[in-house]
């Protein structure tokens, strides 16, 4: 019983890390129906700077805002300058240049940090508290910061006007326009916004998984089925996506184990975490194509 | 009278497909003017090539002052207020946000929040409505939410496209009694498009007939209104 509360209590951590980077997928699907497939290696991106930043001697809580408003920056000019001119081209060539980006990214973190493993040092400090049998401190630290980069973000797009011309941007270019709005700003804008939470994911995963270019590759993989599995257009179902996911993966891993004990068959295990995550993906888009928490979108012919 | 309004030698396009061939008229500061024709005339271009949003050639001058080429968002922001075809509320926002949005483009905010008194007094059904999504309205309400939000822009000029579309006849009379307020309070100018020729002409000063992307007829409303011969050649009552 204990090993399955932690289970469920380490399920709900990465849970944690897949919503934000779901979140950043929705943020730039929402407005441009495109799944940015190099999320995962600008938040790897971000993350290398945040340790290099603090290699230099910056402290943690310094560095990681001053990274999520570098990446912000470059989110922003990526859209302008790489994607902008794209913005009447098959969907095929936006893909391209993500895979592009995704490339490019990678070898760019190799080239300047080299492909050696490196440690990230948690930036939560260890203390014990009720319950700290079943989670760490860092991964307390990961639930609560992505809680409130989602409570943030509900804020920005429920109370600013910024955010509800973004909204208004995402769901009608057109009426926006008419009513002022500079929706390519808000294009831009929106892929400024999942380049900062993509860049705080990396920081908080960075010490669970260990900073190397590949770190985000399984990840961004859970964070394509969280999305899916909230509704890849909903924000909040992408959250919670990704603590459905998270609690899923390793609970299927842990019933796989009860059973290898029970009977000695070997079905399911730690091993296959990862293809749990493709299975997910394919039943919900087979049974559920508009996810749990999903807009069905509909349109008129 | 000054104008507000003059387009001379409209050229519009939908890729290869010339669409208006040659559309001039004018619209006097605080007139009213409306353009009629059968389907695919060009009516509705016309609207779209004055707000950039399909491409054109030829002059559109607003206050004297070439707006041709301009981005949309900017010639919105000049003050023209354009009731797109179809209405193009946002759906997933509250009727609230809906008028919220047009606002954000506005500098002087005490302007914008007497407008918006003013709005919801010409359509009190609206007040009722605030924090529903735009979607639940009904095709009345709709089209008075997309009215009230080019109303909200604070707009010297307003384009609207077939206000009377898929509606109930007695729907349509409220609304353009309340247009013909609004014009005569507020003094904004009005480009009308529309199929329902009868009632346009009733708001309308002038009239315009257009005829495969080309203006075939113009003159005072009220003459094209008692002149049975064009009424019977070119708008079919």
Known sequence: MEQLIQQIASGLANGAIYASLALALVMIFVSTDHINFAQGEMAMFSAYVCWQMMQWGLNFWIALPLVALGSFFAGVAIQRIILQPLHNAPVLSVVVVFI????????????????????????????????????????????????LLLVGLYAFFRFTPLGLAMRAAAQNPASARLVGVRVDWMLALGWGLAAAVGAVAGAMVAPVVYLEPNMMASILLYGFASALVGGISSPGGAVAGGFIVGVLENLIAYFGNLL??????????????????????????????????GQVSVKRV | MAKLLEVAGLKAYYGPTQALFDVSFSLDQGGVITLLGANGAGKSTTLRAICGMVRADGSIQLDGKSIGGKATEDIVRLGVGHVPEGRGT????????????????????????????????????????????????????????????????????????????????????????????????????????????????????????????????????????????????????
């Open chain 1, 260 to 293: 290898e004990k029970a009977s000695g068959l070997y079905l399911i295990g730690n091993g296959e975490k990862l293809s749990v995550a493709l299975v997910i993906v394919i039943i919900v888009l087979t049974l559920k194509p508009d996810g749990l928490f």
């Open chain 2, 90 to 237: 946002f759906a997933r926002l509250s009727v609230d946000e809906n008028l919220r949005v047009a606002a954000h483009v506005r500098k002087d905010r005490a302007a914008a929040l007497r407008d918006r008194d003013m709005v919801l007094e010409y359509f009190p059904i609206l007040k009722a409505r605030l924090s529903q999504q735009a979607g639940t309205l009904s095709g009345g309400e709709q089209q008075m939410l997309a009215i009230s939000r080019a109303l909200m822009l604070g707009p010297r000029l307003m384009l609207l496209d077939e206000p009377s579309f898929g509606l109930a006849p007695l729907i349509v009379q409220e609304i353009f009694r309340i247009m013909r307020r609004i014009n005569a309070e507020s003094g904004v100018s009005m480009l009308l498009v529309e199929q329902n020729a009868a009632l346009a002409l009733d708001l309308a000063d002038h009239a315009y007939v257009l005829e495969t992307g080309r203006v075939v007829m113009a003159g005072a409303a009220a003459v094209v209104k008692s002149d049975a011969a064009i009424r019977k050649s070119y708008l079919g009552y």
């Open chain 1, 100 to 147: 592009g980006l995704l490339t490019i990214f990678h070898s760019l973190a190799g080239g300047i940090w080299s492909f050696t493993i490196k440690e990230f040092p948690s930036p939560f400090p260890k203390v014990v508290f009720a319950g700290s049998g079943y989670l760490g401190s860092h991964q307390v630290g990961m639930i609560l910061v992505t809680l």
